[in-house]
C-alpha cells in the first residue's frame, strides 16, 4: 500500500509517499510544492498543478491531510484554509480515500507525544525511515502525517480481522 502525507501551505505545501507492507514502512519520495507570491487564484492553480503531478508520479492508494487550525490572522487562516481545499481535492479527484488528522495526533503516532516539537517529529521521521533526504520541515511534516496515517490504516485492518474472527 502506498500512502501520500500532506502537509498544507499556500506558499509551501510538504508532501511525502511512503510504501507500507505489514508493520514495514519505507521511504519512496518527498517534497515541497511551492507558489510564490502574487494573486491567490494564481497560486491556488499552480498548487492544484504540482500536487497533480506529485499524485499522477507516485500513485499512491491513500491519503492524508492535516487540520489547521486558527491563527492569530484571520486572513492568512482563510488564505490556508484554500490551499487545504486543494490538498483535499487533489487526491479526492483521484479516486483515493483521504484521512485527515489534527497536528497532536500525527506527533503522537509519529513520536508518541501529542505536544513533540517540530525538531523531535523530525529526528523521529529520520529514525523510522533511515537514510531518508528530506526536502524540508514541510516535507518530513508530510512523511509524519503519512506514518501516522499508515498506523491508523493498520490499526483498523487488525481490529477488522478481530471482528471477523469473533462473527465466524
Wanted: overall charge positive; hydrophobic content about 50%.
Amino acid at each position: 500500500m502506498r500512502v501520500l502525507g500532506i502537509d498544507p501551505g499556500l506558499r509551501t505545501l510538504g508532501w511525502g509517499v511512503i510504501d507500507v507492507g505489514g508493520t514495514r514502512i519505507a521511504h519512496v519520495a518527498n517534497g515541497l510544492c511551492r507558489t510564490g507570491e502574487g494573486d491567490l487564484a494564481p497560486r491556488l492553480a499552480d498548487l492544484y498543478a504540482q500536487l497533480t503531478a506529485v499524485v499522477a508520479r507516485h500513485e499512491p492508494d491513500h491519503a492524508a491531510v492535516e487540520h489547521t487550525f486558527v491563527n492569530k490572522d484571520a486572513a492568512g487562516t482563510l488564505k490556508l484554509g484554500q490551499a487545504r481545499a486543494i490538498a483535499l481535492l487533489v487526491p479526492a479527484l483521484a479516486g483515493l480515500p483521504v484521512g485527515e488528522y489534527a497536528p497532536n495526533a500525527v506527533k503522537k503516532a509519529v513520536v508518541g507525544v501529542g505536544h513533540a516539537a517540530k525538531v523531535q517529529v523530525d529526528h523521529m521521521v529520520r529514525l523510522q525511515l533511515p537514510g531518508v533526504a528530506i526536502a524540508g520541515p514541510d516535507a518530513a511534516d508530510a512523511l509524519a502525517i503519512a506514518i501516522c496515517h499508515a498506523h491508523h490504516l493498520q490499526s483498523a485492518g487488525r481490529l477488522a480481522a478481530a471482528v471477523a474472527r469473533a462473527a465466524s
